[in-house]
Each structure stands twice: as C-alpha cells, then as structure tokens.
C-alpha cells in the first residue's frame, strides 16, 4: 500500500494543543525565573570577565574558574588601586584594592558571616553544620580563639608524640629503599590524625570512621555546596533532598553523632557525679570540653562544631604542607638547613618546649613563602554589604553587595623581589630587619600577604596550624627523604583555589635522624 507524504501548509497549518503551549509557557517562565535569579552586576563598577550580549552569568562563572590567575593579574594590572567587579561561583563581587584591606578589616557592616552563607549554604540539609561556625553566639570562634590557643603550649609534646604514631600507621611499609607514594592523601591523613588528637582527644582520636569523616565531609560538603549553587535559588529546596551528593552528606553528619554524642553524654555524667561527690570535675584538653565551656546555657550542637572544626583544620592545612614540601622537593638545598635547625632546637630546649617552634625561624619563613605561591584562592576577606557605606577613598558600597580583596598582591614584584621564585629565606631576612620581627611570622597577616585573611575574622585558628605544620615537617624532615618522581610541578585542580592534585607522586625513604624523635 502507497504511504502519503504530508507536509504542513498555509492551507493546513500546525496547530499547537493545549499541553504544548502550556509545557512551552512553563519553559519561558522557568528561564525568566533563572535569569531573574541570576544575581546582576552592580552598576558603578566595570566587570572583568562577563561580556557584551551575554544574559546569564554562566560564561563569566566558568571564566573565572579556568583563568582566575589571568583574569586577576589583568584587573589588577589595568585598575591599578580602584575598585572592580568579578563574576564567580557565587555570583558578583566588588574587588577592592588592597590598600583597603587595614581599613574594611574591622567594620561592623561588612558581614563576614553572610558572605560565607552564600559559599556553603548551610541552611540546607546535609551543609547545616556550616551554622555552627557562623553563627552570632560565637561558641566555634572562641573555642578556638581562646582556649585552643591558649592550649598550644601544653599539648606539644603530645602532637610530637601523637605524629610518630600517625607515621607508623599511614607509612608502614617504607624501608631504606625509594618508593612512591600520592603525597596528597598521606599529608591529609597525618593532618586529620593531629587535628583529631586535640579536637576529640583520646580515644576517640583514633576512630577510623571519625578520622574518614573528618577527612570526606569536606571534600563532599565543597562539591555539593559547588552543585547546588549552579541551580536557580527557587530550585535549591527541592533539589537538595534529592540529589546524591546531600545524602552522602547526611550519611557523615549521622554517623559522626553516633560517634560523638555517646562520648558527650558520658562526660556530662561524670561531670555530675564528680560534682554529687563534692569532688572537682576532670576537665579534658580538647575541644570537646572547650566548645561545652563556651556554649554555657547556648543549645550549640557539638557533634556539628567539631565537623565544622575538621573543615577548617584538616583541609587548609594539608594544602599548605603539600605546598611546602613541594617546594622544598624542588628546592633542596633548603632542607639540610631545616634539619640542623630543628636539632639545634630540640638539643637547646631538651625536648619539644612551648618556645621550641617558635624558635624554628627557617622553617616558619619557608612555611609563608611556601603560601604565598599556593595562595588559597583569589580573593580574601569576603564581606557582605549590610548597609549602604562609603570608604575614605570616596567608593560607595550598596547594600546587599559583596566585597572581598584580591591575594594578587603576594604575586607583586613591588612588594617581593622575584616574585615567581620560592625563596625560603626571604621572610627570614625580613623580620632580621628592625621593627619587622613579628610582622613577617607565618601567623602574622598583612594586606599584601592574606594567607589567613586579616583583621577581626582573620583566621582564628592560624597559630594551631602553624603549630601543627612544624611538628608534622619536623618529623617528615628527620625521619624521612624526599624527592620528586620526575620533574612534575605540583598542579592545583582549579585556577580559582589552590585545591593540590591528590594523584601527584613523591619518592620518600626512612633516614636515621640525628636525635632521637
């Protein structure tokens, strides 16, 4: 049988049903919906990566994912101390120049709080623990702040002894032979096991579900954090109970409970019958008991503040030891210097002594150096505009924006000689210069060096890293020898963050320190 060819005509023409124009209706209204959503630019401030006739942001966003570095130097290079506007992840930000760093470090309309809750979105399911970290009572913030820092001294010779541990566990089966290893992972699991040491204290310390945890959950609260803000903000409550990367985060935050909250419980107990018998309660050195000292008659979720207190420990800092070592892999001569430094130190004090690290000069400036060429991302001190304001240059912030300042400065040939160069020694020279003892430690921040950010949210829990990085190098340095497998640079995943390549592999071998360790 023939079959007819039918072709659509003036005469016939196509006529769309109901269904097809209501589903087209709903598609024009969801892509108006999400171009409305999509956050606009500021007027008064030239943007750097978003071009002519371009709707969405989508394009500037990828922009500055794959050339931050270049987008950076550019705007930096072509403003020349005024103020623009980039378009990231999160939507549009005002970048300030850095000589404004001292002067919006402190104001009360800058909300810090409110632009990290437009990075990590804690109000959603799964990222809630980023609340305990953020909010106003300041529990988490002087948790740290004052009691662990306050603690440095007297838990150094238990971080010593806790890494020597953490070393016969991650590198069993290195010998007096090179072998390879994914430096990556090794540093992330030596950090978590020290952080753990003085956050949950024994013996929870060396729980292998926690220790996984505390090394996954941020790993996974980045990525879905990632995800989720590429969806319209009228989507994200729907889409967040679905999508697998928040179940997987559900899963770490259940699972740390029934870790953490038997032993919470069981101190609360104890505390009461210690008191029932007129006897004084035993008072733990880890931030379990800090964070129940500072949350007094607060409803401050612990299980969440020790999560959150991984985040910010474990990952930041094994960024910057994986830098280091890098760097000294490529720099060699630098490490026999180190390794008499830490024996000069360690002979003059009999042992690991709160002025021990303190001490270690050498190693503290190649610790900054090493951070000024893996800065942690492109932009510092984030802020969100509560009011409207205006600077002493004459710039008028509008409320609602967001403001943050530009690292690039680290990079600048005017304030480091060769800039592109790792030289271990240069902040040790600086501080031999009189009045800059102090100013150029590797906790210090200044506005042309904000590895921590500056100011009153300037990271808290700097002076524990710094801390914790001498004590994980020094027993790197002396017990084992480093080099490269092959002539591989250490690569960041992303040009916006220093995020290091966990594939990345170093050649490592046992060596007879010279004291014992």
Not at 68 to 75: P, T, Y
Not at 227 to 245: A, C, N, Q, S, T
Request: with cysteine; charged share 25%; net charge neutral.
């Amino acid at each position: 049988m023939a079959t007819k060819t039918v072709f659509f005509s003036p005469e016939e023409p196509f006529q769309l049903g109901v269904p097809h124009l209501f589903g087209a209706a709903l598609l024009f209204l969801a892509l108006l919906w999400h171009w409305a959503q999509d956050e606009r630019p500021f007027p008064g401030f030239p943007v750097i990566n978003k071009e002519k006739g371009e709707w969405l942001n989508t394009k500037a966003k990828n922009r500055m994912i794959n050339s931050a570095n270049k987008l950076m130097k550019e705007a930096y290079e072509k403003y020349n101390g005024k103020p623009y506007q980039i378009i990231g992840e999160t939507g549009p930000t005002i970048v300030l120049p850095p000589h404004m760093a001292h002067e919006i470090r402190n104001i009360h309309d800058l909300s810090f709080t409110h632009a990290t809750e437009r990075v990590f979105l804690p109000k959603f399911k799964g990222l809630e623990p980023f609340s305990a970290g953020l909010a106003d009572h300041d529990v988490f913030q002087s948790a740290i702040r004052i009691n662990l820092t306050q603690s440095l001294g007297s838990i150094t010779q238990s971080l010593s002894d806790e890494t020597t541990y953490a070393l016969s566990v991650i590198l069993p089966d290195v010998t007096e032979e090179w072998s390879s290893i994914t430096w990556v992972p090794f540093a992330t699991k030596l950090i978590a096991r020290l952080s753990a040491k003085v956050f949950l204290g024994e013996p929870l310390c060396r729980n292998e579900d926690w220790l996984t945890i505390s090394m996954m959950y941020a790993v996974d609260s980045f990525n879905a954090s990632r995800i989720l803000r590429w969806y319209p903000p009228f989507l994200r409550p729907f889409v967040h109970f679905f999508r697998p990367e928040f179940k997987k985060l559900r899963q770490h935050i259940k699972d740390s409970r029934r870790i953490i909250e038997p032993e919470v419980a069981k101190r609360k107990q104890e505390r009461r019958a210690a008191i029932t018998a007129g006897e004084k309660p035993h008072k733990a050195t880890d931030a379990i008991e800090w964070m129940d000292e500072q949350r007094k008659d607060i409803d401050y979720d612990i299980t969440s503040g020790q999560i959150i207190l991984s985040v910010a420990a474990i990952h930041t800092t094994t960024g910057m030891m994986s830098a280091l070592l890098w760097e000294l892999c490529a720099n060699p001569e630098y490490i026999d210097d180190l390794r008499k430094e830490i024996v000069e130190v360690i002979k003059e004090d009999g042992g690991w002594k709160k002025t021990s690290l303190y001490k270690m000069k050498l190693l503290d400036s190649c610790m900054k150096e090493a951070q000024r060429l893996h800065v942690i991302g492109s932009l510092a001190m984030g802020r969100k505009v509560m009011a409207p304001l205006s600077l002493s240059d004459g710039t008028r912030l509008p409320a609602g924006a967001h403001v943050a300042i530009p690292t690039w400065p680290m990079k600048d040939s005017f304030y480091y000689e060769n800039p592109g160069k790792f030289d271990g020694r240069r902040f040790l020279e600086k501080r031999s210069e009189p009045g800059n003892e102090h100013r150029w430690q590797f906790v210090t921040t200044t506005p042309e060096h904000l590895g921590f950010g500056h100011g009153q949210h300037a990271c808290p829990g700097r002076f524990f890293a710094s801390n914790e990085i001498k004590i994980a190098m020094a027993h790197t340095l002396m017990k084992y020898d480093w080099k490269f497998e092959g002539e591989v640079p250490l690569k960041s995943l992303r040009d916006s963050e220093w995020i290091p390549d966990p594939t990345a592999k170093i050649m490592v071998r046992k060596r007879e320190p010279e004291i014992p360790f």
